[in-house]
């Protein structure tokens, strides 16, 4: 059984930081993919960025670029999402969620586990 398991979110100021953990278990697959979405009030689910751990491979969303970077502990099995210089537009539920298959959690963006959401918000 497939366990995603978030922490890290908060409250942060305009122009600051934040580390967003998953960390995952259960996967009975060599490898998959580990991703973050989010979810603003009112709004759409948006794929943020991806982690394919058959190859180390990293995508992001365009809006994120140069500011998100998404990594892996493989000791501790636990993805990582640090977001810098963080905009108002950034507030939204973030959801960590893995599938055996990178395009069908990027692609079509449609992973098969998804874990419970940390509230992310930037306010002054």
């Known amino acids: 059984q497939v366990q995603l398991v978030e922490s890290g979110g908060g409250l942060v100021q305009p122009g600051g930081s934040l580390r967003l953990s998953c960390a995952a278990s259960g996967f009975t697959s060599v490898y998959y993919a580990i991703g973050w979405f989010r979810q603003a009030p009112g709004k759409g689910r948006e794929r943020v960025a991806c982690y394919s751990t058959s190859d180390d491979n990293t995508e992001y969303t365009e809006s994120v670029k140069g500011r998100f970077t998404i990594s892996r502990d493989n000791a501790k099995n636990t993805f990582y999402l640090q977001m810098n210089s963080l905009k108002p537009e950034d507030t939204a539920v973030y959801y960590c969620?893995?599938?055996?298959?990178?395009?069908?959690?990027?692609?079509?963006?449609?992973?098969?586990?998804w874990g419970q959401g940390t509230q992310v918000t930037v306010s002054s």
């Open positions: 969620a893995g599938d055996d298959f990178t395009y069908t959690l990027w692609n079509r963006e449609r992973p098969n586990y």
